[in-house]
């Protein structure tokens, strides 16, 4: 297999350049796949698919044929990983490759094939056909709706039984809402708390169900609590900036809050490139000599793009330059384009299992509300997303002092020296653990980095109550650069991080007063409409 004709093609299209082999290595491989092929056919009929959820079912098992066809696509799918990693070249091209590699594999798994799926071929003869009807309509569904359906999200309603806490919105401009929840304490903290939520995605991830919200988390802790809902861009936001989104939302949302409550500073909290966009914020107002806000929390954020884990494998020079060229008039990311990208980061657990599920098998998927989110895409404006790919994927420009200008002032994160909390997922695949934890290195001041398990979502949204997973914390005055040495250092404790997160904000909120009774401030700030408002129910 290693020899065949067209093997060192496929290999530099994967990698958009040429690429070579360490010959002996070659030899190694081609040896080992010819004595595991050999291995392969002596066993016949009684070979057995193991170590492959997809091929764990009995009918697999119990079909000589299809059990031997994923037996031997699992041998080639170890002989081109192999061959992905003997590639000689630098680190991204040797990414690039098995990057790619592995999607050609995912995708030609025989699971993903009637003809080949043993267990789908045993379900459309036990339900007399009807399993293939059904799969059919579901295709059909899906093709119509846009994209592969994760979750029956019949089932779901924003506002009804999806972001919930109760609240209004009660400032709004053409990229925001802010939101200001009903306290849930007699009394609250002086200082109040605004969440900035990621604009690639909607703002109810922190807020699914009441025993699963961060905000209402928030709430019951005693905080103010105020979130920023973003609108989701349509062709009026075309030509809508970084620098628009900085000064005119963060920025904005942070002087309102301010304004209704009536406190000198405020706390703030940052989510994904919410953090990116609140941190930019900051720095933004430290050069204005500035500082309303009082302590911040950055949640799976990337300040410094060193570590930008397998997005990495898209960035570059070229591509930046392809979308600069495609936004240059103006213009929106469509928001599908940008969740099928973040779902073959994870193609058989995001794509090909629902593939699968859907189409072969004529399942419906169950209810989650996390993947009826996942679902719930948003544009990007062109100029916003094509300066955050150029300006920090590409050349990592806004960690560097005076590099970047955003709203007329010189980025320099040394001016921010207000107390932070970091927090990282240990298995994040959109935020490496090493990106979050390089913002220790960012920020001058006090600072606690806590690093929590699971990944991007699932390591945030993981409530006190449920008392599941870990989180380790280190030392709050030692942070090596390196963070494998931090998390050597480091002491696992169980549980959710929201309680010590919390912990940590008390002292930062200032004393408490009586909850105030009404929503906004007058009619400077009078009620819009109840929350969730419409901006998170807007389409893409």
Not at 478 to 500: L, M, R, Y
Not at 510 to 534: F, H, L, M, N
Request: glycine share 8%.
């Amino acid at each position: 297999m290693p020899a065949m004709p067209g093997m060192v093609d496929m290999f530099k299209n994967a990698s958009g350049q040429q690429v070579s082999f360490d010959p002996a290595k070659l030899l190694e491989i081609q040896n080992q796949y010819l004595k595991d092929v050999t291995g392969l056919w002596n066993q016949g009929p009684a070979v057995k698919p193991e170590g492959d959820r997809r091929f764990a079912s009995d009918a697999w098992a119990n079909n000589p044929m299809a059990a031997f066809s994923a037996a031997a696509y699992l041998l080639n799918a170890r002989t081109l990983m192999a061959l992905a990693d003997a590639v000689q070249g630098d680190a991204k091209t040797r990414t690039r490759v098995r990057f790619a590699v592995q999607q050609w594999i995912d995708a030609s798994a025989p699971s993903n094939f009637l003809a080949f799926n043993a267990e789908a071929q045993k379900k459309a003869i036990d339900t007399q056909g009807e399993s293939i009807a059904k799969g059919m309509a579901n295709l059909l569904h899906d093709m119509k709706q846009g994209h592969v359906s994760m979750t029956d999200e019949s089932v779901f309603e924003v506002g009804k039984n999806v972001a919930t806490t109760e609240g209004a919105v009660v400032f709004e401009n053409e990229l925001f809402q802010l939101i200001e929840y009903k306290p849930l304490t007699a009394k609250v903290y002086e200082r109040p708390f605004l969440l900035v939520p990621p604009c690639i995605n909607k703002f109810y991830i922190l807020d699914l169900q009441p025993e699963n919200s961060l905000i209402r988390y928030c709430v019951e802790q005693g905080h103010r609590t105020f979130v920023v809902s973003w609108r989701n861009p349509d062709e009026s936001l075309a030509q809508a900036t970084w620098d628009q989104y900085i000064e005119d939302a963060v920025i904005k949302a942070i002087e309102v809050t301010q304004d209704i409550t009536g406190a000198e500073t405020i706390n703030a909290l940052g989510f994904c490139v919410g953090g990116t966009m609140l941190g930019t914020a900051l720095a933004v107002l430290a050069a204005r000599g500035e500082e309303p806000v009082n302590c911040a929390t950055f949640l799976t954020t990337l300040l410094d793009f060193t570590d930008t884990g397998i997005l990495d494998v898209f960035i570059d020079e070229n591509f930046v330059k392809y979308r600069e060229a495609q936004f240059a008039q103006g213009g929106l990311m469509p928001g599908r384009d940008l969740a099928t990208t973040f779902s073959f980061l994870r193609p058989n657990d995001l794509v090909w299992n629902y593939v699968v599920g859907n189409y072969l098998k004529g399942e419906t998927p169950p209810p989650f509300d996390l993947l009826y989110w996942n679902s719930d895409s948003t544009n990007l404006p062109g100029p916003y997303y094509t300066r955050y790919l150029r300006q920090m994927y590409l050349e990592n420009n806004l960690i560097k002092p005076g590099k970047m200008t955003v709203c007329g002032e010189q980025i320099d994160f040394r001016q921010v020296k207000l107390p932070v909390y970091l927090y990282g997922s240990r298995e994040d695949h959109i935020v490496p653990i090493g990106g979050a934890y390089a913002s220790t290195q960012v920020f001058p001041g006090k600072k606690r980095f806590v690093m929590g398990a699971s990944g991007h979502i699932a390591g945030v949204i993981n409530p006190a109550s449920k008392k599941k997973r870990s989180h380790w914390i280190g030392s709050s005055t030692k942070f090596p650069k390196d963070v494998n040495e931090w998390i050597a250092s480091a002491d696992e404790q169980a549980g959710s991080w929201w309680t010590d997160w919390a912990a940590w904000l008390k002292p930062q909120a200032g004393k408490q007063v009586a909850a105030p009774k009404t929503y906004g401030k007058g009619k400077s700030y009078a009620v819009i409409e109840p929350a969730p408002g419409r901006y998170v129910k807007a389409k893409a």
